[in-house]
């Protein structure tokens, strides 16, 4: 970060907190985006709200957890993180059963930059923004490499489970079905689509519907208190699900099995999860475990499922086919880059595309935790992220964390010991033998 020397140093050190996050809010190195970037950070935090954001440790925490890191009393501390939770800065996690809030100071995405334009409330200068996040997404690729540029990303692609044949359907687990996913939830919130939204502020959004955007459970709870959701019942949920199928929309979860908290009905045009794939050619998202097979007898060549693809994954090729005098046009699909979402499928008239189980499926996070936990791991950031939970080692987050370290493949469990100096840590992880010696 080469340009914080004239900075306020209660950005200086915001970023520096940022940093433990899933995803970070890096300084890019155009100068257009680097002025969107700017302007970014002082529209969401008044210096004020950079201090306070400093104070909340990485892992959820409670009022007097993070009152014992700052001098203000706890009503005064509480209504301060009340306003930061309506601007979308920290998220109030509320126990459904106990009723115990723990704050968490949410990420640009998942996070701020999705929580202030979803918001109904006209508090931030929206126009403003939405030239602004595009600036700072497009006119510089930094934030698309933080976000998309590791193994493990925020989103993973859905199958359209209609598509599957009798034979794979028993093959398909219930946290890749987005039916199963809407029906166990406990709550779900239904919000503008931000990415449709932030276009349409800027003349150039598709036609897919927008109030389409579905959060669940505590993700749910926490949009619908702070007005960027309305609650809504599963089976108007289902139906949305369906419109998007309709809609060619591809369905973009959270990258957990265990309790995501949303599912996304995404464009090729302006989701910027896709884009990450179609402008920058990052694999943003991680692939549904099935992926399209032709049958090529049955099909006639006519392209229409090269065109749907909302990320180019399929090439129209002449080729020989057997049983035919000339050559004819047949898809080819580009399987690295192809994410299995099944819009291909859904298109072909013929029915000459079959959605089948992927060879090597790609591997999806058990929970929120070992997602944070890789992420940080291959983006090097660790031992900020061990930092800044302010978590003694016998807290349930650390256990937590560590139980996900020591699960990790060697190679992964080897980058984590090289960038966390803790005998304790590379004891745990089997790195070394006696933590004492
Ligand atoms: S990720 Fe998809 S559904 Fe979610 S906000 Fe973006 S386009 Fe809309
Ligand atoms: S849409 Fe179907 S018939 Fe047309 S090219 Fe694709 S697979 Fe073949
Ligand atoms: S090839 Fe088909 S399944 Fe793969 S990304 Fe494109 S539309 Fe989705």
Redesign the pocket.
């Known amino acids: 970060m080469g340009h914080l020397g004239n900075m306020k140093e209660e950005y200086r050190d915001l970023l520096s907190r940022l940093d433990a996050g899933s995803v970070t809010f890096p300084e890019p190195e155009a100068p257009a985006a680097r002025a969107a970037w700017r302007e970014l950070l002082e529209i969401y935090y008044t210096p004020e709200d950079a201090k306070l954001a400093c104070c909340i440790p990485a892992r959820p925490s409670r009022l007097d957890q993070i009152a014992r890191r700052t001098d203000l009393p706890l009503t005064a501390l509480e209504a301060r993180l009340d306003g930061m939770c309506d601007k979308g800065l920290v998220m109030d996690l509320v126990h459904p059963m106990t009723g115990e809030v723990r704050y968490y100071l949410a990420p640009p995405v998942v996070g701020f930059f999705e929580f202030s334009m979803m918001r109904t409330h006209q508090d931030y200068p929206k126009q403003r923004l939405a030239e602004l996040l595009d600036a700072y997404a497009h006119q510089d690729r930094t934030f698309a490499d933080e976000v998309f540029g590791g193994e493990t990303v925020v989103g993973r692609a859905l199958v359209r489970e209609e598509l599957l044949g009798e034979e794979d359907l028993p093959e398909v687990l219930d946290w890749q079905r987005a039916t199963t996913i809407i029906s166990e939830a406990r709550t779900v919130g239904v919000g503008i689509c931000y990415c449709r939204h932030l276009a349409e502020h800027l003349d150039r959004a598709c036609d897919a519907p927008q109030e389409i955007c579905l959060s669940l459970d505590a993700g749910a709870d926490f949009m619908i208190r702070r007005d960027c959701a309305r609650p809504i019942e599963r089976s108007e949920a289902l139906e949305m699900l369906d419109a998007a199928r309709q809609a060619k929309l591809?369905q973009i979860a959270d990258n957990v099995r265990k309790r995501p908290a949303y599912i996304c009905n995404c464009c090729g045009c302006c989701c910027g999860q896709l884009q990450g794939i179609n402008e920058f050619d990052l694999p943003a998202v991680n692939p549904s475990g099935f992926?399209?097979q032709v049958e090529d007898q049955i099909c006639r060549g006519c392209s229409r499922?090269s065109r749907?693809?909302?990320?180019t994954?399929?090439s129209m090729v002449a080729r020989r086919v057997e049983g035919r005098l000339a050559n004819e046009l047949r898809p080819v699909?580009d399987l690295e880059?192809?994410?299995?979402?099944?819009?291909?499928?859904q298109e072909c008239r013929k029915r000459a595309l079959r959605?089948v189980q992927r060879s090597e499926p790609a591997y999806v996070p058990a929970n929120v935790v070992e997602r944070v936990a890789r992420m940080a791991i291959e983006r090097g950031r660790l031992a900020q992220l061990i930092y800044e939970t302010g978590a003694g080692r016998s807290t349930r987050f650390m256990n937590n964390l560590l139980q996900v370290l020591t699960n990790l493949p060697v190679a992964n469990r080897v980058l984590a010991s090289e960038q966390v100096r803790s005998r304790f840590l590379r004891f745990a992880l089997g790195i070394i033998k006696d933590p004492t010696a």
């Open positions: 591809v992926v399209p499922c749907s693809c909302p990320i994954a399929i699909i880059r192809c994410i299995g979402c099944g819009v291909c499928a959605m």
